[in-house]
């Protein structure tokens, strides 16, 4: 099975990162292929240019698309399963990846009509600061959740989920060391136990 992931952080010392690492590490075990987006390494352009801004306004479903929109558009057409893997900032992604979302789900491609292949699965994982219980009582889980899955992925993909591994900045030093080993636990047994 062929995995994208389109990844948001700017530092590879990151948890974030290890995550990253730890998820791919299970998916080469489980004989998938995957690729990577690695969005500030690749100094991806986040903000709409006017001419993106007005195909986008007019409909203008047949304008050709900037290479770098054209290329992360392949990308996700030729694979079964995406992964969006990032930090959680002002419960949200980096703006890095908000504007992947602006600049990649274009029309015509993403909405009105669709045309981008439907992935089988598409699986959101970020860490989080907080621990889940505290953004859950804030309600910042539930805009998150709702936010990935419902607005940005919605029905481009059959299977969708979202994993929160929380706790970083939350948690003693002590706790947060045991944490953060079941995370990164976790993030490979998601790689490796993806369903074929």
């Known amino acids: 099975m062929r995995v994208h992931i389109v990844y948001a952080h700017p530092s590879d010392g990151s948890f974030t990162h290890a995550l990253l690492d730890a998820f791919q590490r299970g998916l080469t075990e489980a004989g998938h292929q995957s690729t990577v987006s690695d969005l500030y390494r690749m100094g991806f352009q986040p903000s709409l240019t006017p001419a993106e801004y007005l195909r986008e306004s007019s409909h203008g479903v047949d304008w050709p698309v900037p290479d770098d929109v054209a290329a992360e558009q392949a990308e996700l057409d030729a ?33 009105h009509p669709t045309t981008l292949n439907q992935a089988d699965q598409a699986l959101v994982l970020c860490a989080a600061g907080h621990t889940a219980d505290h953004l859950r009582a804030t309600g910042c889980y539930q805009a998150m959740e709702t936010t990935m899955l419902t607005d940005r992925i919605a029905e481009r993909a059959k299977a969708k989920r979202f994993v929160l591994f929380d706790g970083s900045e939350a948690l003693a030093d002590d706790a947060w060391r045991r944490r953060r080993a079941e995370h990164l636990d976790a993030a490979h047994r998601l790689g490796r136990e993806l369903a074929m």
């Open 79 to 111: 694979a079964q399963v995406w992964t969006f893997v990032y930090p959680v900032w002002w419960t949200d992604c980096p703006a890095i990846l908000k504007g992947w979302f602006d600049r990649v789900w274009t029309i015509g491609q993403a909405y």
